[in-house]
């Protein structure tokens, strides 16, 4: 008798916070200027200022800014001062557009869900609790240990292992070019947002070699796109349909704080799934470890 073949794992979405799923980006700049002031840096930073020197790490960004190098005393000090503006204004942000019937959508087809964000921790899980969604999610991981503005990858690459999930069936969804660039370092396909009102201009999200999509519905039809033949789907810029933004209709109106980066041009020729009747959110709270308590209905074994 043939051995059995195990059923293979769902598939899986890394979820970026920062602009992907939180809606922050102009609380990001405001907080980024009030930092600068506060220093007594005469620099004024609007958002297409901001859009067309952002980068990572956050120190080379700010030398952009600036037009000089930052000293070690500098850095510190402006990181803290941009975090504590931000504390005052991530209050009056939202979730992204449509952000808690995507998730729903796919919980209920079988995907499992993780959050792996650039915010400092002690930030992060807070905010997420608040908006009702942590149960969706196997885990939730932010900057810990002192960690503060550099690049993403060691980041993700530490979370996937964390996770247990396989590349092979992850996709990575975020909003900047390193988002891009660390899921490729990775080895997993990525999607990039774009609606033009993020922190990157769209040429240089255009240029990152990710799908693009306008809004998070756009996104789900990418993810979903493959669901047939049981394979997540992100592929390349090149393949990638015109994906257009959910109607409003299906827009969710679920409030909370914001937090920002940048969006892309993808605008697809399909409707989205229409999702399933709305039921409130999983709510749980976050072990210290990143751990849901509860992440939410089991799902099958493999993707509806």
Request: aromatic share 4%; net charge neutral; with cysteine.
């Amino acid at each position: 008798m043939p051995a059995r073949v195990p059923p293979p794992s769902p598939p899986h979405v890394v979820w970026d916070w920062n602009g992907t799923l939180l809606d922050d980006a102009a609380a990001v700049i405001e907080a980024t200027g009030a930092a600068f002031a506060e220093a007594g840096i005469g620099v004024t930073v609007t958002p297409d200022v901001y859009r067309r020197n952002f980068t990572r790490p956050i120190p080379l960004f700010y030398e952009r800014l600036l037009g000089r190098p930052i000293s070690a005393e500098e850095w510190p000090e402006l990181d803290h001062a941009f975090h504590r503006h931000y504390a005052l204004l991530h209050e009056r942000c939202t979730l992204a557009a449509g952000a808690g019937a995507v998730l729903e959508e796919l919980n209920a087809r079988g995907w499992t869900q993780s959050i792996c964000s650039m915010l400092p921790d002690e930030y992060l899980r807070p905010a997420v609790e608040r908006h009702g969604i942590a149960g969706f999610f196997v885990r939730v991981d932010g900057l810990r240990d002192g960690r503060r503005g550099g690049v993403k990858l060691r980041h993700l690459a530490e979370h996937v292992a964390r996770i247990g999930a396989d590349p092979a069936r992850t996709v990575v969804v975020g909003d900047t070019v390193d988002d891009a660039l660390a899921a490729r370092g990775a080895g997993i396909p990525c999607i990039l947002l774009d609606g033009g009102a993020g922190l990157h201009e769209r040429a240089a999200l255009a240029e990152a070699g990710a799908r693009l999509a306008v809004d998070l519905g756009a996104a789900l039809r990418l993810l979903t796109e493959g669901a047939a033949s049981g394979e997540p789907r992100a592929g390349s810029p090149a393949a990638a349909p015109r994906v257009e933004p959910v109607p409003p209709a299906r827009v969710d109106p679920c409030a909370g704080p914001l937090v920002g980066s940048p969006r892309t041009d993808v605008r697809a020729s399909h409707d989205v799934p229409h999702p399933p009747p709305r039921r409130p959110a999983p709510r749980a709270l976050l072990r210290p470890d990143g751990l849901s308590r509860r992440a939410g209905p089991t799902p099958p074994p493999g993707p509806a």
